[in-house]
């Protein structure tokens, strides 16, 4: 077992590791809050998620994410899910420390490789150009139905 999964059990490391997209909340330096959608994966005993491409920002230093983290490095991940029968509701939530891997940095291609494996849509991403936030757990909550 490495370094991250010593913060999950098995049924919530395996619901993380499969979902396909989580919600990133952040804080900036004056504590207003921020959460927004995210892809992710797990490498090097982190999560990563990219800043990918966006049509709106060519500086990936003015998105929100980046900002708040730089401002705040405490950060919320929850991976959840939604189906009508409400017995079969599920979520974790991981809280932990966050930094912005700029290009070059230490740990910096595992992450792009990473994210590569687990989305076929970054193959035409310069990701390696971009930075990635890399979230080191401090503890994970979780309940419901881990199975969905």
Not at 2 to 19: N, P
Not at 87 to 113: C, I, P, Y
Request: charged content about 30%; overall charge negative; glycine content about 6%.
């Amino acid at each position: 077992m490495d370094d991250l999964r010593i913060h999950f059990d098995d049924a919530e490391y395996s619901y993380v590791e499969r979902a396909r997209v989580g919600r990133l909340a952040t804080t900036d330096g004056e504590g207003r809050p921020s959460v927004v959608p995210v892809c992710y994966a797990f490498t090097d005993h982190r999560i990563v998620t990219p800043i990918d491409e966006k049509p709106k920002a060519d500086d990936p230093d003015t998105l929100r994410r980046v900002r708040d983290v730089r401002a705040n490095p405490r950060v919320t991940l929850v991976v959840d899910h939604y189906v009508e029968d409400w017995n079969a509701l599920g979520w974790v939530q991981v809280r932990g420390t966050a930094r912005v891997l700029a290009a070059g940095e230490n740990g910096r291609e595992s992450a792009v490789d990473a994210l590569r494996a687990k989305y076929d849509q970054y193959a035409d991403h310069a990701l390696e150009e971009r930075p990635v936030i890399a979230i080191e757990p401090g503890s994970v909550r979780s309940w419901g139905d881990l199975s969905g």
